[in-house]
């Protein structure tokens, strides 16, 4: 059989473009900037989760099931006489609007804020969601630890630069009273964002 030139060059050719892929390879654009990621805020779509600020008593402590209000739609508040006197302590957990922060950046928070005596010691734990076709997937979480501080905010970050366009959502779940109780609460408003 008979060589033919022309597929020794070939060959030849393919075998110095494998070796090197970098001597045939295309000049990159180095002054061009990176694609900034877009959103906006949106009402909270899921109820699977009490939304914004809730409140925690000394009941919801002793009793079988937590007892907590949604204290956007309650006419009761922490302050009336009523609920200070049935209850050694309150606490308010809220859960913030996650927003976006140096343009790729979403950043969730919450805190729990006690009152009276008896809820010590408390721990505050911010995670930050994104809604995938299956369900919620916790793609951050930050949290304070137990201490003794009447006033516990907690700060969470998800760096999403080339993870697509997603929901994201806060969730604060707050122990009092050393883990005896737990509360959980999500944002009023959903980040909608293409990283």
């Keep these: ?60 402590v002793k009793g079988s099931t937590p007892t907590t209000s949604d204290l956007q739609g309650s006419a009761r508040s922490a302050q009336s006489p009523a609920v200070t006197a049935a209850y050694p302590f309150v606490c308010h957990v809220y859960a913030g609007d996650p927003y976006f922060e140096g343009g790729d950046t979403v950043t969730g928070w919450g805190y729990q804020s006690c009152s009276g005596s008896g809820w010590a010691p408390q721990n505050v734990q911010i995670t930050i969601q994104r809604y995938r076709w299956w369900g919620w997937q916790n793609v951050a979480r930050n949290q304070s630890g137990w201490n003794y501080a009447q006033f516990d905010e907690v700060h969470s970050q998800y760096y999403c630069v080339g993870s697509g366009t997603y929901d994201y959502r806060v969730v604060n779940d707050a122990w009092v009273t050393g883990g005896a109780q737990m509360v959980t609460a999500q944002s009023t408003h959903y980040y909608q964002v293409t990283c």
Excluded at 11 to 16: D, E, F, G, T, Y
């Design 1 to 60: 059989m008979k060589k033919q030139p022309g597929v020794v060059i070939g060959v030849w050719m393919l075998s110095a473009l494998l070796a090197a892929p970098t001597a045939f390879a295309q000049p990159q654009d180095t002054g061009a900037k990176a694609k900034r990621a877009t959103g906006k805020l949106i009402a909270a779509w899921d109820n699977d989760l009490p939304k914004g600020k809730l409140e925690v008593t000394q009941n919801s």
